[in-house]
């Protein structure tokens, strides 16, 4: 088993950066992918970025491309997501989740294929 919390949402204005965390417990994590997902009220959860366990590959959706960057530190645990350019269709719940353990060929963006998901945060962009 797997927990995942999330911190470093909050409020900021467009154009600003924020730095998201997410701490997984236990001596597994280094087998894990990570994801990070959001989602906002009446929309479907969706994919934002992940990376595989190995870190060799690594996932963007179009939209935030050349503005998030996804990396993890295994000795810490921890998966990061630092968020530059904010814009206010960022704002969201954000979630981070583990799954694909070991594998590499797995698609990244597909919900199915985590196991294990985080509260989420909230980020909020203001114009």
């Known amino acids: 088993q797997v927990q995942l919390v999330e911190s470093g949402g909050g409020l900021v204005q467009a154009g600003g950066s924020l730095r998201l965390s997410c701490v997984a417990s236990?001596?597994?994590?280094?087998?894990?992918?990570m994801g990070w997902f959001r989602q906002v009220p009446g929309k479907e959860r969706e994919s934002v970025v992940s990376?595989?366990?190995?870190?060799?590959?690594?996932y963007y959706v179009d939209s935030v491309k050349g503005r998030f960057t996804i990396s993890r530190d295994n000795a810490k645990n921890t998966v990061y997501l630092q968020m530059n350019l904010l814009k206010p269709e960022d704002t969201a719940v954000y979630y981070c989740?583990?799954?694909?353990?070991?594998?590499?060929?797995?698609?990244?963006?597909?919900?199915?294929?985590?196991?294990?998901w985080g509260q989420g945060t909230q980020v909020t962009v203001s114009s």
């Open positions: 989740a583990a799954g694909a353990r070991y594998l590499e060929h797995v698609d990244l963006r597909r919900q199915r294929n985590y196991d294990y």
């Open positions: 990376i595989s366990w190995s870190g060799v590959s690594r």
């Open positions: 236990g001596s597994t994590f280094s087998s894990y992918a």
